[in-house]
């Protein structure tokens, strides 16, 4: 049987947010009139790190759940922590070791909201790269360097920037690891030589998180509609009912989605909401 959707979730880059973390008038406005009159809930699901996502919910105009550190963390719109998934000690030790050995600094991003401190942490057993040393110029009220393998705690997400070569070797050892627990993902980054690569737990993604939030709500999948534009959207997009790719999004997302609206920065997030009226209408 056909149910109500009653969860909206959207990723941020490439979806919900423009450049200098902005959102348009009009997508703005749909989603304020979807989540407060049409009693349908906005959540937001990145990737990125707790404090920058707020740069963005902040500027909805209402208070919304977020599930940020793709999936790892999950915050209800009172910002407080319903489930914070770290990484074990042995872990960052693992990890760790194989930067070290291929001459990498790895960081430990971390719930500084909940916890206090830094945002991140970065290994300080060898210099830092160009791309390394601007993160942490441009994030130098939030990070730290430290001794990852025996300061590092409340571990959510590691990452690195270093060149191509060399974080492929990363995540092919990473890879190989024989209990299999961890998802390693590797892309350009915009404007640099340099390619970043992070590491999450096998276990963890975005759905992962959504699932916290469904749950508390006595909700399932069947309630829920996921929007994306990036390969890890897919499990959400996948898991949920009314799985939407945007039109600027990946191939390999389009293909799996159920449908696919117009691109972020021309308010396709708009064809979304009408979607959901229109499916939530003809149910009444």
Known sequence: MTQAIRLLALDLDGTLSLDDHEISPATRAALEQLHTRDDVEVVIATGRRYRTTRYVADKLGFDVSIVCNGGALVKNSLQQTLQSTEFEREHIAFLTGIARELGMT??????????????????????LNTQALKYMDENAAYAVQADLIAEATDTLVIGAFDMEYKLNEFRRRVDADPLHRFNTIVIPHPDSPFHYCEVIQKHVDKWYGLKVLAEQ???????????????????????????????????QLQAIAQFICGDHDKDGLVEVVDYIQRHNQQLL
């Open 106 to 127: 790895l960081s430990a991003q971390r719930d500084s909201h909940q916890h206090g401190g830094p945002d991140f942490m970065l290994d300080n057993a060898h210099p």
């Open 217 to 251: 709500k006595a909700i399932t999948a069947a309630n829920i509609c996921a929007a994306g534009d990036q390969l890890n959207d897919v499990p959400m997009v996948e898991a949920v009912a009314h799985g939407v790719a945007m039109g600027n999004g990946n191939p």
